[in-house]
């Protein structure tokens, strides 16, 4: 059987409720640092605000209610063309970072606006999928560019929690591995976590 050259990568940002009832946002850019299991596939995740600049290092208080323009794209830096799935995870910690048991309500707080034109989403296994190969060079349109934060479900039970999103993104190689990417095999597991910087 064939060697299937696969990569993973993943950032996280973090939405931090605060006391006084706004929402402090942190985000980390992440880098290619992926984990590669053959030869010289590569991919960067990019997460900018829409107009390419970087999200800040520290925290933006916002209102609870208000739309964040986050903009999330993945680069194949790599010298092969590729198939990518992303999967996205909402959660809450509590001040050390620990889930809380709030956390399977995060999904319904934080409202995030996928591009389904360029991804679809699978129910049987939570990744999207981009629907295009991903030449050498080139970069996905966004997965997504906004998040908005749900007001009439943020209430005090959140106060003092964090809401966190955290992205992956996992490519393999298209050639020679299927017609498209529903054929593709030989994706890496979601334990082969990617590096994050913050």
């Not at 010298?79 to 889930?99: C, F, N, S």
């Not at 749900?150 to 964090?162: F, I, M, S």
Request: overall charge negative; aromatic content about 10%.
């Amino acid at each position: 059987m064939k060697r299937k050259l696969a990569a993973v990568f993943g950032s996280i940002a973090v939405l931090a409720l605060s006391s006084t009832g706004t929402l402090a946002y942190f985000t980390a850019e992440a880098e290619a640092d992926s984990v590669i299991t053959a030869g010289n596939l590569d991919l960067k995740l990019h997460d900018r605000t829409v107009y390419g600049e970087l999200l800040p290092a520290g925290s933006m208080q916002v209102i609870p209610g208000q739309t964040i323009e986050k903009s999330v794209t993945v680069e194949n830096t790599g010298g092969h063309p590729m198939y990518l799935r992303v999967k996205i995870v909402t959660g809450v910690t509590d001040a050390q970072g620990r889930e809380d048991a709030l956390s399977p309500t995060a999904k319904e707080c934080l409202k995030i606006d996928v591009n389904e034109e360029s991804w679809t989403y699978r129910e049987d296994d939570g990744y999207y999928y981009y629907l295009d190969v991903l030449e050498a060079g080139e970069t996905t349109p966004e997965l997504f560019t906004e998040v908005v934060v749900d007001g009439p479900k943020v209430d005090n039970a959140y106060l003092g929690k964090n809401f966190t999103l955290n992205v992956s993104a996992y490519g393999v190689q298209s050639e020679h591995n299927g017609a498209t990417v529903w054929d593709a095999f030989g994706w890496p597991e979601d334990s082969e976590e990617g590096s994050e910087r913050q």
